[in-house]
Each structure stands twice: as C-alpha cells, then as structure tokens.
C-alpha cells in the first residue's frame, strides 16, 4: 500500500509538472487577449472578483470570453471562496493570475480580522496551489494590528506575495510597520484624494495603487488634472481594474476596458501603456513566474 502511495504522489507530482510547465511555455508567449480587440491597447485587470454567488449568474466560460473580448492581457482574480479563481485559472491559465482572498463567504468581509479560523483557510489553500497575492481584503486603521492580519502578513512575506488592501492609509502604514519589505497594492488608491496618494506613494516605495471602481481621474473620460499630477509624478506605479464585487458587473468587463483606453488616449502613449499593463505586468508577473517555479520545483 505503501508503494502505491508513493507512486500515486509521484505520478500526480509528475501530471503537476507537465501541466504548469505547458502553462510556463503558454506565458511566454503573447497572450491572445492582448490580440483580440482589433489591435487595441492591451489591458491588465488587476482587480476582478468570482465570488460564489457568481457561478450561476455568469458561467465560467462566459466570463473567460468576456475577458477576451476585452482584450484583457491578464487579470488578477480573486474570490470568496477561492473556488470561483481555480474555475477561472483552471479554464484559461493563460489569462488568469490568481489572488487569495481570505474569504470563505461574502459575510466575512467585517469579520475576518477577528476570527482565527481564517488562519486555517489561508494555510490550506497556500499548501494546495499557487498565488501571486493574498487579496483583496478590507482592512482599515489598527485593525492591521490584530493578530489574524499579522498572520496574513506573515503568510505573504513566506510565500513572497503581494498584499492586495482595501485600506485607508492608516492600515496601510501599518502593513509596511510589519513588514517594511512588503509588496502593497493599495486598492482603489484607497479611495483617497489624489494629493493624499502622491504623498502615500512618497513615503513608501513599495506601494503601488489600482484605480479600480473610480472615475474621478477620468470625469467624463477627461483627464482630471490632479490625477494627471499623480500620473505623471509616478508613472510606474498605477494600475487599472473593474471590480467585479457583484457578479453582475463581470458583464461590465469589456465595457470598462473599453472606457479605460478612452481616457488613456489622452495620455502619451509610453505612459498610457504602463497604467493599461506594462505596470502590472513588471509589479506581478514576476511573482507569479517564481510561484510556479517553487510548485515545479517541488513535483
């Protein structure tokens, strides 16, 4: 029995292998989303939800079709529980980079810091697959000190993930006084003042901040010239996203996109590139690659 079980671990580690070096070569090459809006600018979502009330709403492959025909390069994606983001990576591992979320259920969004079980969710799902960030989870002021996001904090600095918050700055300050070598993407900028987010970006240069669920940058689809001030102080760290809190707004993918290149246009086109994907690319891709060589080293 012994020998069987060793040999069932072997050949399963083996099918890993094969299955994650396909997906290695796939990466490698240019994403077929990227081709599929007409020569469009490429796009990196770098905030979209499949959460559990969304299976049925929006069926994985109409979802995986409308990402690429929004001409999505990749997408970071999470879900309450991680069963939506393995659907999504398992039908298109070209296009989807996976988040861990701490979420079992939608109702956990106010309760997780306080609830130690969470600790046990999270630790399972890092031992069965792989990440490129642990979130988005809403975290706010010293709840950062509580000991259930000090884990998480933990976790992501073992596993070399990026921490994905929906924080104020507050929190924020606090993840980086945990860990000054932490990899922050502060999402929705934290709903903060563009003035405010210059500062944060300032102090901390490892933060980076997604623009996911505003149009005050972009009122209209013009520029908003304190946003442009921001753009243009730092352009290597501001990314866009959708935001797919409720499983209708999936739909609104291609159409976001869509409104996303239209205020871009008004941007030099270098600059207009790196918000679009080039800085999510540079900020994630390489965490996810090593994540995937750490499980093919392992097999």
């Known amino acids: 029995m012994a020998i069987r079980v060793a040999r069932s671990r072997r050949t399963r580690g083996l099918a890993c292998a094969s299955l994650w070096g396909a997906l290695a070569t796939s990466l490698a090459m240019e994403p077929a989303g990227a081709q599929d809006a007409g020569g469009a600018l490429p796009v990196f979502d770098a905030h979209v939800h499949y ?17 690429r025909k929004a001409g999505l390069r990749r997408a970071l994606v999470s879900s309450s529980d991680d069963e939506g983001t393995q659907r999504l990576f398992t039908a298109a591992p070209d296009l989807v980079v996976p988040s861990l979320r701490p979420y079992r259920r939608r109702g956990e969004i106010s309760t997780w810091v306080r609830d130690p079980t969470i600790v046990a969710h999270l630790e399972e799902r890092l031992r069965r697959h792989r990440y490129a960030a642990i979130g988005e989870f809403h975290l706010y002021g010293a709840d950062a000190d509580l000991p259930v996001p000090r884990r998480l904090v933990q976790l992501a600095k073992q596993h070399r993930l990026i921490l994905h918050a929906h924080s104020d700055a507050d929190a924020v300050e606090r993840l980086f006084a945990q860990d000054p070598d932490a990899r922050v993407l502060w999402a929705h900028a934290g709903f903060d003042r563009p003035e405010r987010v210059r500062e944060m970006l300032r102090r901390h240069p490892r933060l980076w901040a997604d623009l996911a669920f505003r149009t005050d940058h972009a009122p209209g689809g013009q520029l908003d010239p304190a946003w442009r001030a921001a753009f243009d102080e730092f352009p290597d760290r501001f990314m866009v996203g959708t935001d797919t809190f409720t499983p209708e707004r999936l739909y609104y993918i291609p159409e ?28 994630i891709a390489p965490v996810w690659q090593a994540s995937r060589e750490r499980l093919l080293s392992e097999a």
């Open 51 to 67: 959460s559990h009330d969304a299976w049925e709403v929006a069926p994985t492959a109409e979802v995986i079709a409308l990402m």
């Open 256 to 283: 976001h996109a869509s409104w996303t290149r239209g205020w871009l246009s008004g941007l030099p086109a270098s600059l207009a590139e790196k918000i679009a994907w080039r800085n999510a690319d540079a900020l």
